[in-house]
């Protein structure tokens, strides 16, 4: 049977570790808290073996999934640490943005080490970027994705790294455009949002923005698409600059709860909510997913089912205490 290490017991860790049970692996995980060796065992009794001192646990593993802090110095050093305590395994990074060649800067297994990142919440979302550094082999990658695959994610790779990585950089894009039209006073959140969830957002859903494009010219094609509808986007129409030091007006028109903004206590009852609750921005997401028909359930003890993808739905959310995360 293969062996994975998750190393870190927050949010991510904890979803890892479901994703690896689920999968029929033997999974350890550690941490410096102590206190979550109880949490562990509530959550998955016998199936995760938990220590606090991370050489009790890196006898044989196949792949190590490190969730820790987001910081470059504890990338770095921990990774210098898994090179020296594991031969062979995989080490993949979840981090949401620090490039692999940082993290892996003068390690002797920097071939082994590989950014696995997911979106929050993971244990709903089938997207994982797989990011190679400049040292890392091709083997190493391929290995990440099969792992992956295994898990319920659906991979993609990238050929190679970039700040941000592909989701969040096309996530900055979009947000710049949809504050700065806010600030402009062309429209409110609110009704930005509605478009983009009734255009954009169900499109994408099933297609991407080539394959829809590809579709949308015809049976020419994107080419036709570029052509003769998007002729002028080169000049037209700029992409606006929000200003970023007044947000004020536009925190005031999203964070205000309307009868069609979910709360983590509803629709489900609280004791449904037992692992959402440990993490408001789980439960939110979760409910808001639930209540516009995007997954089946309410929340966690309701297994949610992603309709998209059955793979990634059949996990419910497995948080530790004091998990509580931002978007
Ligand atoms: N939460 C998200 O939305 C999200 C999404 C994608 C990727 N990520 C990335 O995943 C990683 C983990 O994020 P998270 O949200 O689970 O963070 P978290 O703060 O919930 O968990 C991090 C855990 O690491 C533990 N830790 C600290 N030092 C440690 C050590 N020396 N050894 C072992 N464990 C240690 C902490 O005690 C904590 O439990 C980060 O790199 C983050 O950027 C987070």
């Not at 490039?99 to 892996?104: D, E, H, I, T, Y």
């Not at 947000?175 to 499109?203: C, Y």
């Not at 020419?220 to 007006?249: N, Q, Y």
């Not at 639930?290 to 793979?311: D, E, K, L, W």
Request: charged share 20%; aromatic share 6%; glycine share 10%.
């Amino acid at each position: 049977m293969k062996t994975a290490l998750l190393v870190g017991g927050g949010l991510i860790g904890f979803s890892f570790a479901q994703r690896f049970v689920d999968a029929g692996w033997q999974v350890r995980m550690t941490d410096v808290r102590a206190e979550l060796a109880d949490a562990v065992a509530q959550e998955f009794g016998d199936k995760v073996r938990f220590s606090t001192n991370l050489e009790d646990l890196t006898d044989s593993v196949d792949f190590v999934q490190e969730a820790g802090l987001e910081s470059l110095e504890f990338k770095h050093k921990i990774f210098a640490r898994l090179a020296g305590l594991t031969d062979a395994a995989i080490l993949a990074s979840s981090t949401s943005a620090i490039l692999p060649s940082k993290s892996a800067a003068d390690n002797p297994a920097a071939e082994r080490i590989v950014i696995g990142h997911p979106f929050t919440p993971p244990a709903l979302m089938p997207v994982l970027e797989v990011v190679p550094g400049p040292e890392t082999a091709p083997e190493t990658v391929e290995r990440a994705l099969e792992v992956y695959r295994e898990l319920g994610f659906e991979p993609s790779a990238m050929k190679k790294e970039i700040p941000g990585f592909v989701g969040n950089r096309i996530q900055k894009v979009d947000m710049w455009e949809a504050i700065s039209l806010v600030q402009q006073g062309v429209i409110d959140a609110k009704d930005l949002d509605t478009i983009l969830r009734n255009s954009l957002g169900l499109r994408y859903a099933a297609t991407g923005p080539f394959e829809s494009n590809r579709l949308g010219g015809g049976p020419e094609g994107i080419k036709s698409t570029i052509e003769h509808i998007a002729g002028a986007w080169e000049t037209e129409p700029v992409a606006g600059v929000p200003d970023m030091s007044h947000l004020d007006e536009v925190y005031a028109q999203v964070d205000v709860p309307t009868a069609t903004t979910p709360r983590p206590s509803s629709p489900a009852p609280a004791a449904a909510m037992r692992c959402c609750a440990a993490s408001s921005t789980c439960a939110l997401h979760t409910s808001a997913y639930s209540a516009r028909g995007v997954i089946r359930g309410a929340g966690c003890a309701g297994r949610p089912r992603h309709q998209g993808s059955p793979r990634a739905g059949r996990r419910g959310c497995h948080l530790p205490p004091g998990a509580d995360r931002r978007p």
